[in-house]
């Protein structure tokens, strides 16, 4: 099996294309806050496909890869189970079905049964790289001019919520760090006080409407909580979108490719390329502004004295790049978008 894929089609994707056998699935979100950006970064790493309206299966054109369309929340089931090899999902996502397969093993070695989890097919995801995009954080809120101040105060109430495992967790640390701190050497409580309600949207719904007293929701902006009246007074988890792979994908070349094509698109969205020239003996001081990811790259110019320099720069940074570097006397600086990268 070669480590990055040679251009090779598998056999049977190869005689006939128009089927799913012998292509990698890649799962993407179907709809909601990732499926856009997603998109943008497939069309960025040129898989080029064609959605038919109605359909969650897209063969690839270009690629032996199939693209399956599934909820977010659902795709670390299905990259953990093996059922498809590749996912683009949130971390929220693939930490809730950590909990979960913690929560499976934790009630399996509770009521004696010898099976591990893992003859359920359940392996795990393992994340490839951060994608960049889709920043919130889990949260515990409250209500903004309620009696809940801390999130102990919840211990034994109502929390809805649609990350059901995490928030066991969360409060079963919670409930066994005050039973510990309140014990005089006494054993903390096994079965969890605080009741979890599971709410599949509109989470952020439930405090005013009487089904609970808290809730664990995700906020980005902050806006929908504001609006709800609420208050954040824990986090749980910070999560982006990420690129993660099944332990055993069916093609690991196509999995290699995939990735260094993605990570290629997002370098290139996080940089800009910058030009100037400087004088030969302030290309020591000009060289130190812009480093560039490996060296800048310097060129000599007609001009007796003079250099040409470029060096790739982050792009949230390059004002003040450019503020220095005519400090130290650079001159005819040019900013120029990348449109995709491959570097070491
Ligand atoms: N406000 C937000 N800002 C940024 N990313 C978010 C935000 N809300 C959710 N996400 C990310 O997007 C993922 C999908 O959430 P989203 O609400 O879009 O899903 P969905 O599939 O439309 O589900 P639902 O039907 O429950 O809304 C989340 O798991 C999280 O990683
Ligand atoms: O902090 P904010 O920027 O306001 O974002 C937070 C909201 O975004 C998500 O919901 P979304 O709008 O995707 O819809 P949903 O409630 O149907 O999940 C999340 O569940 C929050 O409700």
Redesign the pocket.
Known sequence: MPLYYDGDLHESFANNPSSLEGRLLFAV?K????LQAALDLLQGADIQFRRESRLDIALVKNLPIALVFL???DIPTFVGEGRVSLGI?????VAEHAASVEAMRRERAESGQSTPVEQDNVQGCEEVMDLGF???KLQVQVPEKGQYVKPSDLIGKNIGT?FVHLAEEYFAALERDVDISESNGEKPAKKLRTKIIEL??SVEAACALGVADGIVD?V?SGETMKAAGLKAIDTVVS?S?VLIRSKNPSNPAIVNLIASRIRGVITAQKYVLCQYNVRRESLPAAAKITPGKRAPTINALEEEGWVAVSSMVEKKKIATVMDELTEVGAQDILVLDIANTRTG
Not at 31 to 34: F, I, S, V
Not at 89 to 93: A, K, R, S, V
């Open positions: 979100p709809k909601g806050r990732l909820p977010a929340a999902t949130g971390q929220d996502t889709g920043s919130c649609s599949s949207g995700l980005e999560s979108a």
